[in-house]
């Protein structure tokens, strides 16, 4: 057996609905997905909630310590995010862009299954998007257990997570976020959110 974790970013939910350049402001940003149907489809995945632990935070980051704080050892992760977090920036310090890299290089992660937002593939040309699928396309992430799926395609697990982490993420998504889409996902997954700071 082993340690999935579900770990869960606000800003896979939002996204332009028609990109035009130089347009980034994630406050125009809208959801794509419900709370309600994101946790159908988990389910159908056959991954049970809530988890055994779930913490919520406002910066991602957070979610290597609380791994490395159970004492996880190459769990797998389900990344739902808008980023793989696998960036090569700032090595000498963990931050949300990072932290998902530390992580595995730590062997607290030994496998991690990118769930990137359906978005994506009407919206290609977006930078987010195309980050995405040219960092994977030109081997960025070569040598990573890393593979990235789209969410239509998620594996069945028949799993209860050992843990999820949810992040509101207040930089990257609008300010109704909070409330329309942490707050359900918080309740769901059993986490008392009302120490996480909301950008409202």
Not at 71 to 85: E, K, N, Q, Y
Not at 97 to 119: D, E, T, Y
Request: overall charge negative.
């Amino acid at each position: 057996m082993f340690d999935l974790l579900v770990d869960v970013d606000v800003d896979f939910f939002y996204g332009p609905p028609i990109y035009h350049r130089g347009v980034l402001n994630p406050g125009q940003f809208k959801a794509w997905i419900s709370p309600q149907d994101f946790l159908s489809r988990l389910s159908a995945a056959k991954i049970e909630l809530p988890p055994l632990a779930a913490v919520g935070m406002a910066d991602h980051r957070e979610a290597y310590f609380c791994w490395k704080k159970a004492g996880l050892r190459r769990a797998t992760v389900l990344h739902f995010d808008a980023h793989s977090d696998c960036y090569h920036s700032l090595p000498e310090i963990v931050h949300c862009g990072n932290f998902l890299l530390k992580a595995i290089k730590q062997g607290l992660v030994g496998r991690v299954i990118w769930v990137v937002p359906s978005w994506f593939y009407d919206n290609p040309h977006h930078p987010t998007a195309e980050d995405a699928f040219r960092s994977v396309a030109g081997g960025m992430y070569r040598g990573l257990p890393l593979e990235m799926r789209p969410f239509a395609e998620l594996p069945i697990f028949n799993i209860t997570p050992t843990m999820a982490t949810l992040s509101s993420s207040p930089s990257y998504v609008p300010y109704s976020a909070f409330a329309d889409h942490f707050v359900p996902l918080a309740r769901a997954l059993g986490i008392d959110y009302s120490s996480v700071p909301s950008a409202a």
